[in-house]
């Protein structure tokens, strides 16, 4: 019988979201040493798509940009990595280091005599995946409570701030108050689009965040609408491909993001 070997990997959190691991943290030496995110993306052997979605999702939960880029063509603009993301990747690759070191000590406590009751001890530590594309690091600016619900103004990158409504209850147990660290998760599908210059539409969304279209993706029915926030991060949308000819827009543009607070989770880092 084969007997068991220790084994990790590293991955660094950014409050309590998955942030950068090894993979990652490939992808931005490619893009440094490649000079563009297809070439990159070619050169790890992931797709196009793969690699702008682990760069926007690094990039909207760094305090700052790890790569920084121009809006160009279909696989165009220009690319490169900021002198944060060289730090995160010389970072990381000390804690690499020192990761595979500790791997190697706890392989010889595996096969020590009383490995059975240290193994007992160990567990498993589960890390919050959620399916919503857009997750922002933020901070709490404002609470202003009703009879039931509480509706929470956070402050992301730049000037950006978006609202969110959430239960009186829910408040008080988060611990909610200005300056508290949180994650606001918004799915992509919650979010309407118009053209920035357009008069806005006639809805009830209390949130509207401006920035230019960077990417779009046509599927067969829906598209998927990526763009630069003004404020510094990325936000998708994904909208009918008849809902997206109606707005005009197109990559390059300027755009309007609007949806409601109601449609916003908080989390904390944990």
Do not use: C
């Amino acid at each position: 019988m084969n007997q068991p070997k220790a084994a990790g990997r590293i991955w660094l959190d950014q409050a309590g979201q998955g942030y950068a691991g090894s993979g990652r943290i490939d992808l931005l030496e490619a893009i440094e040493r490649e000079g563009s995110i297809s070439a990159a993306a070619r050169a790890l052997g992931m797709s196009y798509k793969g690699a702008w979605d682990a760069i926007d999702a690094m990039n909207n939960l760094a305090p700052n940009p790890l790569v920084a880029r121009s809006v160009g063509g279909k696989h165009g603009g220009g690319t490169r990595i900021t002198a944060e993301g060289r730090r995160l990747i010389e970072v990381f690759r000390v804690l690499e280091k020192e990761h595979e070191t500790f791997v190697a000590r706890l392989g010889a406590v595996l096969h020590a005599p009383d490995a059975g009751q240290v193994l007992g001890l160990m567990r498993r530590v589960q890390v919050m995946r959620t399916s919503a594309r857009n997750q922002w690091l933020g901070t709490v600016e404002r609470i202003d409570e009703g009879p039931v619900s509480a509706l929470v103004t956070v402050r992301l990158k730049g000037e950006d701030r978006i609202q969110a409504t959430v239960t009186r209850e829910s408040a008080h147990e988060l611990g909610l108050q200005p300056g508290v660290e949180v994650v606001a998760l918004l799915k992509a599908p919650f979010v309407m689009l118009a053209a920035a210059d357009a008069t806005t539409p006639k809805v009830s969304a209390a949130n509207g965040l401006r920035g230019v279209v960077s990417r779009v993706v046509p599927g067969a029915v829906n598209v998927e609408v990526t763009l630069n926030l003004d404020g510094g991060n990325t936000l998708v949308s994904v909208v009918t491909r008849d809902g997206l000819a109606a707005t005009g827009l197109k990559e390059g543009d300027r755009a309007l993001a609007l949806f409601d607070p109601g449609f916003v989770i908080l989390g904390l880092g944990g």
